[in-house]
């Protein structure tokens, strides 16, 4: 049955509606947020055998028609995702993934599909409300709605969605989802903005958020389908009971050893150990496979338990640490010759080396995505090969996972980046992960600071990044700094917070359960902000500030202003005057529609032949000054001579010598040099020379 309903978001219609198109999904609904058009479906198939885990997929669709163009492909189809989308993907999947009940292992896959894009209304915070009005109306189990919006800081106001013309000015790109009651999700890049603001910034959009919860209410009691009823394998009593006497005392022994490599060894001789006793124990139980399925089931809970009880209880942490105690810290710079910059930072078993790279303006990315076409002249990569934590795995191209951290690390040091005019480089930062136990993005923003100073890049301020965790059992609540792999994979938080000492730069909190309050948020921002304080001052212990120069094997790079009118000379029929810039000097050349030039050489030689070149293409011919031209024509009235690029003057006949002459050739050739003079430009842009006044000059 269709049905519409419509309500408002910081002044514009919001705009749900179901049952029209793609009727076969368990859920769908087409979104309108202005005129940004969404079609989100939820589907869901039966539990595969084995499965033990949820196996929900986001994929995020862009297609390039919801702005009114044709893909540039070969094909002219869309190919893989963009980076956008797949950062618009995992924004999606995370506050919606820790609502699904535990022991529903059914797939779930959410597609969004961009029809049509409105610049002042965002479509990935679109889809996502759109995916849980879809959730909420099907039949798929889903405890509760989730709402998100986004959060600017325009003049020192905080705006709810802003606009575009907004976004550009805004110091502040927050997005915030939660349910009624918590705040789930937090993602934001910013431009040094203090805690407190952050904090603020975060209960306005709750606010908006409960609002849109209320709105997804009303839709759920007025269409929702009836929720499937599901099967959850209990484990037997008895058998529980078995393995913890069995297990407990031994995997508490391991877990109390505090080296990650050694701990992990142990745990698994026990863990193993335990499925082999059991084995023999049932090896006539037809019911065996199911029975050790379960068995292994139970180990991972019993290993989550102590892990949880000894923090929260006994305030220990499983390398030996403190709640806020920070794991020891190296940094160095300059550890790899020849490259532009590089940095390496340690953080206990978490390392991470990241290289600069400097390059010309054309040397920007190009952001083909759904809106203006735009380009970034900063980019953070991540890699996280296998090894680094001592596994092996084929290595294919970067993941989700992968993708997303080198945004945050992007968004983190991003503002810090100098503008275009001071410092004319495309940067590039890759920060490959050498070992990893927990909290690598943020070594990789560490890392990457270290590098840009390393590279004499003038930031305006060094960064640094740290990972919070959380534990919670009804009223125990740890905060835990600087967490490690085994706390995050058994925590109830994620809060990574990047910053400098005047404010942070980049956030991206994910929760595990249904919410933190507002005090256990301000608590673990304000222990967040104090650790990164910390890791800062270590850093800058290394290097306190950019290096006053390049490295040597960086590109020189100069710049110029020219008229806009006279770009053209400088380009030439064809590009045959750019080109043949490029050919004679070696010089990258890349201009903007300003008229501002910019030259990357490899020397200051030919940086310097290059801005000679150019210069005399674009400079006006004056009446009264002396040139070298080259003798381009012989007439018998005369020689017309080049004294600037393209622009040629003629010296009659008579003002070739001092002396009177009969014959041109007599005095000239072509190709020779001669020095000439100005002698008259008339009305009609043709130029008058004379060697006699050049010669009496000298």
């Not at 220990?316 to 590089?342: L, M, T």
């Not at 008229?595 to 005399?616: K, P």
Request: aromatic share 6%; charged share 30%; glycine share 8%.
């Amino acid at each position: 049955m269709y049905k519409t309903w419509e309500t408002e978001i910081a002044g514009r219609p919001l705009v749900i509606e179901t049952g029209k198109m793609a009727k076969q999904a368990n859920g769908t609904v087409l979104i309108r947020y202005g005129n940004t058009s969404v079609l989100v479906t939820a589907t869901m198939s039966e539990p595969r055998e084995g499965i033990d885990f949820f196996p929900l997929m986001v994929n995020y669709e862009e297609r390039e028609y919801a702005i009114g163009k044709i893909p540039g492909s070969i094909t002219r189809r869309e190919g893989k995702p963009r980076d956008t989308a797949t950062l618009a993907a995992r924004l999606i999947d995370r506050p919606l993934r820790p609502l699904f009940p535990e022991g529903f292992n059914h797939d779930v896959q959410i597609i969004c599909t961009v029809l049509s894009v409105d610049s002042d209304c965002e479509a990935d915070i679109t889809a996502m409300n759109g995916a849980s009005a879809a959730l909420i109306l099907s039949d798929i189990p889903f405890s509760e709605p989730i709402a998100g919006v986004k959060v600017g800081l325009v003049d020192g106001n905080l705006i709810i969605n802003p606009g575009e013309e907004e976004r550009d000015r805004s110091d502040l790109d927050l997005t915030v989802a939660g349910t009624e009651d918590a705040v789930l999700m937090v993602e934001a890049g910013a431009n040094e903005v203090p805690e407190e603001i952050m904090i603020e910034a975060i209960e306005l959009a709750h606010e908006e958020i409960k609002k849109l919860i209320a709105f997804q209410k009303k839709i759920r009691e007025e269409a929702g389908k009836e929720k499937i009823e599901y099967e959850i394998q209990e484990i037997e009593g008895e058998l529980e009971k078995e393995v913890r006497e069995y297990v407990t005392e031994k995997l508490d022994d391991a877990i109390r050893t505090f080296e990650k490599l050694t701990r992990n060894t142990k745990i698994d001789e026990v863990k193993e150990e335990t499925i082999e006793y059991f084995k023999e124990k049932f090896i006539d139980d037809e019911d065996l496979d199911e029975k050790i399925r379960m068995i292994s089931k139970l180990l991972e809970g019993i290993n989550r338990e102590l892990i949880r009880k000894m923090i929260l209880e006994e305030g220990i942490r499983p390398d030996g640490r403190k709640p806020e105690e920070i794991r020891p810290i190296s940094c160095e710079v300059g550890v790899i010759p020849r490259v532009h910059g590089s940095g390496l930072f340690t953080r206990g078993q978490t390392q991470v080396l990241s290289v600069v790279t400097l390059g010309a303006v054309s040397d920007e990315q190009i952001l083909f995505g759904l809106g203006e076409d735009e380009t970034k002249r900063y980019m953070h990569h991540y890699n996280f090969p296998p090894f680094c934590v001592g596994e092996t795995s084929p290595l294919r191209a970067p993941g989700r996972r992968e993708i997303g951290h080198g945004a945050l690390g992007e968004r983190a040091l991003a503002p810090m980046i100098p503008p275009q005019e001071e410092f004319p480089y495309t940067i590039r930062v890759v920060s490959e992960v050498l070992e990893s136990n927990g909290s690598s993005s943020q070594a990789s923003v560490c890392g990457s600071t270290l590098a840009l100073m390393d590279a004499g890049i003038p930031i305006k301020e060094p960064v640094a990044g740290i990972a919070m965790g959380l534990m919670k059992e009804d009223d125990k609540v740890a905060i835990l700094s600087d967490i490690q792999g085994l706390e995050d994979f058994n925590g109830d938080m994620d809060f990574k917070v990047a910053g400098t000492k005047n404010g942070i730069t980049a956030i991206q909190m994910d929760i595990k359960i249904k919410g933190i309050s507002k005090e256990i948020l301000i608590k673990a921002l304000e222990q967040a902000r104090e650790g990164r304080l910390f890791i800062l001052g270590e850093m800058l212990k290394v290097i306190d500030k950019p290096r006053p120069e390049l490295s040597p094997y960086a590109p020189l790079m100069s710049t110029m202003k020219i008229d806009p009118e006279k770009i053209r000379f400088v380009i030439g029929p064809g590009g045959k005057m750019i080109n043949k810039i490029i050919d004679e000097t070696g010089v990258t050349v890349d201009i903007d529609d300003d008229g501002t030039v910019y030259i990357m050489a490899d020397n200051q030689e030919a940086g310097q032949a290059a801005e000679r070149m150019i210069y005399n293409l674009t400079r006006d011919v004056v009446v009264g000054e002396l040139y070298e031209g080259t003798v381009k024509k012989i007439m018998n009235f005369g020689a017309f001579v080049e004294i600037l690029p393209g622009k040629e003057g003629l010296v009659h006949i008579s003002q070739l010598a001092d002396y009177h002459v009969k014959d041109v050739e007599e005095v000239v050739s072509i190709g020779d040099k001669i020095l000439v003079k100005v002698t008259d430009i008339d009305k009609h842009g043709r130029i008058n020379l004379s060697r006699k006044e050049a010669l009496k000059a000298e």
